[in-house]
């Protein structure tokens, strides 16, 4: 909902392997200046940088600097922060424009064949649980390998629905 932070998943598909992207990106609304984009687990030690290029124009590029491809073949590859203006209403459609995309494989030939719609991100006004984890401590300074080290963390819902369930381990 408005006022919210939220994170805008990127996803890709791809069949090759691929090594590093670029994309520019026209958003709704101006990025979280407090955060920072997020790569998602398909990362395989890449590397994002963002370059704000003008008003809500954004240029992104991930990147291996040892030639590694992400790992698999579908889904979130990174995560863009933002936080909903109050202006936004529910159920309206907010427009994100793709343009200038180079996809690059192990040869560093652009192997992007197709051309990216524009897609749209929905406001919704729907309570939900959202779970932050905080400040987390280590007992120990240093472990050997095999040993045990003990963690302790807060967990505080930010959301605007309560949890259920309990928390497992």
């Known amino acids: 909902g408005a006022g919210k932070e939220v994170n805008i998943p990127v996803a890709l598909t791809n069949y090759d392997e691929v090594v590093a992207l670029q994309l520019k990106l026209e958003l709704p609304f101006a990025m979280d200046e407090d955060s920072e984009c997020r790569l998602s687990d398909r990362s395989n030690g890449h590397s994002i940088s963002v370059r704000r290029l003008s008003g809500n124009t954004y ?60 897609v749209a991100v929905v406001i919704t006004d729907e309570p939900r649980p959202d779970l932050k984890v905080g400040a987390v401590c280590a007992a120990e300074l240093s472990v050997v390998p095999g040993g045990r080290i003990s963690l302790s963390w807060t967990v505080t819902n930010v959301g605007d629905l309560n949890t259920s369930g309990g928390w497992k381990e």
């Open 59 to 118: 240029l992104f590029v991930i990147f291996s600097a040892s030639n590694k491809p992400v790992r698999g073949g579908a889904g979130d590859l990174f995560y863009i922060p933002m936080r909903v203006p109050e202006s936004c209403i529910a159920g309206e459609e907010y427009k994100i424009t793709c343009s200038q995309q180079i996809i690059s494989d192990v040869e560093g030939r652009n192997i992007c064949n197709a051309d990216f719609e524009e």
